[in-house]
């Protein structure tokens, strides 16, 4: 079946540097890609996400390129403040929305 | 606009019972999702209902079953608890059915089977 893994956390930054959460993916068909953001106390929300090979999502300075050759959708961003502290999740849905896959969740502690 | 809703917040049942979630979906949404969080790991899809229809399942037995209302809210019935149900179970609301539709999630019911 499908499946989605990221890399373990917990992963410490300090306050400027750069971010890297890798996420590759299993799935038959053509899946559309999401990163999820789960803030301390917090609902998750959707924080970007890409629907075909190639896209680029981009929110908040955040960054996921859909790579299909690789099965990858790495988030990315430039310089993290410590208001990116959270936990994140990579996921995917088949073509129809009818199933969705979570990955474990990353969490990031960015230290001032 | 009211966002998700989830009832109860918290809930203590023992091994064996049945246990009944409900959810209110952001407003104009007809399509709800509902998912089990196991502690420190990804949300786990359970099933999605569109329009008053099962939409979906993820690899869930039958005893997790659910009702979507004409008012498009929900409720996920849990029965013959185990003590692998305690979760936090997480609905979701979305504009639409459909991959490109954006799910907006309620803050959870946290359930501890004991």
């Known amino acids: 079946g499908d499946s989605v893994t990221q890399m373990e956390g917990p992963v410490t930054l300090s306050e400027e540097a750069f971010l890297t959460i890798n996420c590759t993916y299993t799935?038959?068909?053509?899946?559309?890609l999401f990163w999820y953001v789960q803030y301390p106390g917090e609902g998750l929300q959707l924080l970007l996400k890409?629907?075909?090979?190639?896209d680029k999502g981009s929110n908040k300075g955040f960054e996921a390129t859909y790579r299909k050759e690789t099965t990858s959708f790495h988030l990315e961003k430039g310089s993290v403040q410590v208001s990116d502290s959270a936990v994140y999740f990579c996921?995917?849905?088949?073509?129809?929305?009818?199933?969705?896959?979570f990955g474990p969740g990353t969490r990031l502690s960015v230290l001032p | 606009e009211t966002g998700v809703t989830q009832s109860p917040t918290h809930l203590i049942k023992t091994r064996g019972q049945q246990v009944t979630l409900r959810c209110s979906s952001q407003?104009?949404?007809?399509?709800v999702s509902w998912y089990q969080q196991a502690l420190g790991q990804g949300p786990q899809f359970i099933f999605q209902?569109?329009?008053?229809?099962?939409?979906g399942r993820g690899n869930f037995p039958p005893r997790f079953s659910g009702l979507q209302f004409p008012n498009y809210s929900s409720e996920l019935n849990v029965n013959a608890l185990e003590l692998d149900d305690s979760a936090l179970y997480l609905c979701?609301?979305?504009?639409?059915?459909?991959?490109?539709?954006?799910?907006?999630f309620g803050p959870g019911t946290r359930l501890l089977v004991l």
């Open positions: 979701a609301s979305s504009l639409n059915q459909g991959a490109l539709e954006t799910q907006y």
């Open positions: 799935a038959t068909g053509y899946p559309s």
């Open positions: 890409a629907t075909k090979a190639d």
């Open positions: 996921a995917l849905s088949d073509n129809y929305g009818q199933n969705f896959v």
């Open positions: 407003s104009g949404h007809n399509t």
């Open positions: 209902y569109y329009r008053e229809e099962e939409n």
